[in-house]
Antibody, heavy 117, light 108 residues
């Protein structure tokens, strides 16, 4: 079955970068786009962008432009989301997700990123 | 950017009752590309509906979606204990694929 396993929790200082990984299994890696969604503590969902694992094409939400980079390593069946110039407001759980309306959605377990001095 | 507004913020109902959730967009959602997600405490979101009224695989038929343009609804015909959760709408017709702030359906 489809499974997305994300890297573990991170604690970063303001101004640093974080790179979250999302390892996929149980399906053809290039079948579904990867979406990245974050959720601040006690808050709602925020879409950050998506990446096409076939060709690496990306679409980022404007508010993250210049700070976010989504990539993949097809040989390792892994997608990555890197966020730079971190600030306290970036403290959140970061999710990768594949959302195919015919086959359903699959989500990673989430990665808590804490930004604190 | 399309801004989504959900109402009410909280809906307090009893099991067996009908729930009607609203999602309003600041501009027309292209092709009615509007999805609904359910999120229970401590869990990841789950896709319920897409294209405004199509159920995702495995979603029971007590969930139904409707609407078009800027006004959309999610209806749960008879609430079951497992349905008490937060519900988010998301438009994916134009980037960024924004989410609404959510409606919390809790037990009365």
């Amino acid at each position: 079955q489809v499974q997305l396993v994300q890297s573990g929790a991170e604690v970063k200082k303001p101004g640093a970068s974080v790179k979250v990984s999302c390892k996929a299994s149980g399906y053809i890696f290039t079948s579904y786009d990867f979406n990245w969604v974050r959720q601040a503590p006690g808050q709602g969902l925020e879409w950050m962008g998506w990446m096409n694992p076939n060709n690496g094409d990306t679409d980022y939400a404007q508010r993250f432009q210049g700070r976010v980079t989504m990539t993949r390593d097809t040989s390792k069946r892994t997608a990555f989301m890197e966020l730079s110039s971190l600030r306290s407001e970036d403290t959140a759980v970061y999710y990768c997700a594949t959302i195919d309306f015919q086959d359903g959605d699959h989500w990673g377990q989430g990665t808590l990123v804490t930004v604190s001095s | 950017e399309i801004v989504l507004t959900q109402s009410p913020g909280t809906l307090s109902l009893s099991p067996g009752e009908r729930a009607t959730l609203s999602c309003r967009a600041s501009q027309s959602v292209s092709n009615n590309y509007l999805a609904w997600y359910q999120q229970k405490p401590g869990q990841v979101p789950r896709l319920l509906m897409y294209g405004a009224y199509s159920r995702a695989p495995g979603v029971p038929d007590r969930f139904s979606g409707g609407g078009s343009g800027t006004d959309f609804t999610l209806t749960i015909s008879r609430l079951e204990p497992g349905d008490f959760a937060v519900y988010y709408c998301q438009q994916y017709g134009s980037s960024p694929f924004t989410f609404g702030p959510g409606t919390n359906v809790d037990i009365k």
